[in-house]
């Protein structure tokens, strides 16, 4: 089987204001697993939450025999990976008192031979440069969104001109028993670069902005560019958490192809 030469980066930082590191990044090259989540909640509680989803998450995926050629079985997996999550946090948040009202966003993506399967709840978000167009793949749940989706608004920007602010959530792991998952399933192709994110990405840098460092990326190493991203939103104020992982599509190859991973620094 030709297979895609797969290369991955992430980095997590606790930006300059925040006091701690709410978020968690996970890849797992083996699995063609990558899951990002941002933590919320009150003292250490959105930390667990984060951590929970995302070790919940690669747990779903190693219990199954994933085939690399099966694109709807693993989208399925997804979503029910992140219902799994769900029900992960909300028993412990009801369980003990220190997590009471915590919650996580979570956006993942899991590749195989020519496909790249995603799910998400809340606003943490997947983007895909394909050439030099940059595009969101995953859907915000939160209230400014909404708002859009609903028609009472043309874009966000003219919703945040009105004064509503982007950070209130309508759906987010933990919140209740049962949540609604969003997914997707897309073709990969040669030249490709996916960015799963947290909102102390976006909050602080333009999308043509991320656009521009993605297209930079393109014929330079992964991981300078994931730390270009970090340092620019710490540089525009880095108000929240930043967290990030990219994966970038190389050349088909026979066999099962190299897979590059570059860990955080």
Same mark, same amino acid.
């Given at each position: 089987?030709?297979?895609?030469?797969?290369?991955?980066?992430?980095?997590?930082?606790?930006?300059?204001?925040?006091?701690?590191?709410?978020?968690?990044?996970?890849?797992?090259?083996?699995?063609?697993?990558?899951?990002?989540?941002?933590?919320?909640?009150?003292?250490?509680?959105g930390e667990v939450a984060s951590a929970l989803a995302a070790d919940t998450i690669r747990e779903c995926f190693r219990r199954q025999a994933l085939s690399r050629t099966d694109s709807e079985r693993a989208q399925l997996l997804a979503e029910a990976a992140v219902e799994e999550a769900n029900r992960a946090v909300w028993q412990l948040a009801q369980s003990k008192t220190d997590c009471v009202g915590?919650?996580?966003?979570?956006?993942?993506?899991v590749v195989g031979a020519d496909w790249l399967a995603y799910a998400n709840v809340g606003d943490s978000r997947l983007y895909r440069l394909r050439? !030099? %167009? +940059?595009?969101? &793949?995953?859907?915000?749940?939160?209230?400014?969104?909404e708002v859009v989706?609903?028609?009472?608004?043309?874009?966000?920007?003219?919703?945040?001109?009105?004064?509503?602010?982007?950070n209130i959530l309508t759906r987010a792991l933990g919140s209740s028993a049962e949540v609604r998952v969003a997914?997707?399933?897309?073709?990969?192709?040669?030249?490709?670069?996916y960015l799963f994110c947290t909102d102390g990405l976006t909050g602080?840098?333009?999308?043509?902005?991320l656009r521009q460092i993605l297209?930079?990326?393109?014929?330079?190493?992964?991981?300078?560019?994931? !730390? %270009? +991203?970090?340092? &620019?939103?710490?540089?525009?104020g880095g108000t929240d958490n930043i967290t990030l992982a990219l994966l970038r599509v190389g050349a088909q190859s026979d066999g099962e192809g190299p897979i590059t991973p570059s860990s955080p620094v």
């Open positions: 089987m030709r297979a895609y030469k797969l290369d991955y980066a992430w980095r997590t930082d606790r930006g300059r204001v925040r006091s701690h590191n709410e978020d968690a990044v996970t890849v797992h090259a083996d699995l063609g697993l990558v899951v990002v989540a941002d933590g919320v909640g009150g003292a250490s509680a915590m919650g996580t966003t979570v956006v993942l993506g050439d !030099e %167009a +940059l595009e969101q &793949l995953s859907h915000d749940h939160s209230f400014i969104q989706d609903q028609g009472f608004f043309r874009t966000l920007d003219d919703a945040r001109r009105y004064g509503i602010g982007d997914g997707g399933l897309t073709e990969i192709k040669t030249g490709d670069t602080m840098v333009p999308a043509d902005w297209i930079a990326a393109k014929t330079s190493d992964l991981g300078l560019a994931a !730390e %270009a +991203l970090v340092r &620019l939103a710490n540089e525009r």
